[in-house]
């Protein structure tokens, strides 16, 4: 998908607020594309990327475009869990105990270089996404709503940092990697950073982005495609399912049933994107990459022969017979 500077009359909210956004992003359409794919499924991602491609950014700008909180959390070493959620602080004028929220009470958080905490930041971070909810003392909060977490991790650096359990990152619907832009796109970012940065306007409000969520949940999914994924998953478990014997040895565990759940709410929320109210096998493709990759774990076998969960997963589709194209009521 790619969007000029001025939408056309006909435009829904959502690609308004995708033109919006494109004032201050230049490229990055699979990112941006993502990240309000997440938004309407209700899901959380995970970025990798070298700094300097305006991750933070992208979600400083959806969060203005759609008039929702933005917080950025900046994880380091020394990070506590109470940074994160809040803690109780005592008052001495009236002698009570009151809640301070922490920065996770937001529409859209930016967990940044979230591999820089220790596991009990992380931990914390990532009970608030499952459950989005936050228990202080004997009180239990509820998050706003909507509510995005992104995270990202530097691919580039080892040394100082704590990287997420398997178990954590499963809690991520997707992980999408970032790569550098073209010339010509790096050309125009250098050009926007000569001038006055572009005013981003408010489009829609969290309670219409929640009316939106709502009209996601009633875009079809055919039972065929439900059976793909599915058997998309268990081929990552076991790929002599699929004819790759070879690949079994690369393979220490697959993905868990939660990506089947994810690739399906994912994919309804794609469907709708792109103006359709049921989804096709052509919106399971597009994604399964971003959420399956970070759901593998690979043996040592597959880090000694460079095989990633990517050519993997590329094997797989290649191998996997898709469903018949099929809207609603077939």
């Known amino acids: 998908m790619s969007w000029t500077d001025a939408p056309p009359a006909s435009a829904g909210p959502i690609e308004k607020v995708l033109y919006e956004v494109k004032k201050t992003i230049v490229g990055q359409d699979n990112l941006l594309e993502r990240l309000i794919v997440a938004l309407l499924a209700r899901g959380h991602i995970l970025v990798e990327g070298v700094p300097g491609l305006a991750k933070t950014l992208a979600v400083k700008s959806l969060a203005e475009a759609i008039g929702g909180d933005f917080h950025r959390v900046q994880f380091t070493p020394d990070l506590v869990p109470a940074d994160i959620v809040g803690t109780r602080i005592f008052h001495q004028q009236s002698g009570e105990f009151r809640v301070q929220f922490g920065p996770v009470f937001t529409n859209l958080l930016l967990a940044d270089e979230i591999n820089r905490a220790p596991a009990k930041v992380q931990s914390a971070l990532l009970e608030t996404m499952q459950e989005r909810q936050v228990t202080i003392g004997r009180e239990t909060h509820r998050l706003p709503n909507p ?181 609603r009521g077939r």
């Open 147 to 327: 509510f995005l977490v992104m995270a990202t991790q530097n691919p580039i650096e080892n040394e100082g940092v704590y990287p997420l359990p398997e178990a954590q990152v499963d809690r991520f619907m997707m992980k999408v990697v970032v790569g550098y832009p073209s010339v010509t796109e790096e050309f125009v970012v250098v050009e926007r950073a000569l001038g006055k940065a572009a005013a981003i306007q408010k489009i829609i409000d969290p309670d219409v982005l929640t009316g939106l969520q709502d009209e996601v949940d009633r875009v079809y999914v055919d039972p065929s495609l439900i059976e793909f994924a599915v058997n998309l998953a268990h081929a990552t478990r076991d790929p002599a399912r699929v004819g790759l014997t070879d690949l079994a040895r690369y393979v220490t565990f697959g993905a868990s049933p939660r990506s089947s759940i994810s690739l399906v709410l994912a994919a309804r929320a794609l469907a709708y994107i792109r103006g359709r109210e049921y989804v096709v096998p052509e919106d399971l493709n597009d994604l399964a990459l971003d959420v399956l990759r970070h759901r593998l774990v690979l043996s040592y076998e597959a880090l000694s022969d460079e095989v990633t969960a990517d050519l993997i997963i590329a094997k797989i589709l290649a191998n996997i017979s898709f469903p018949e194209p099929a809207g």
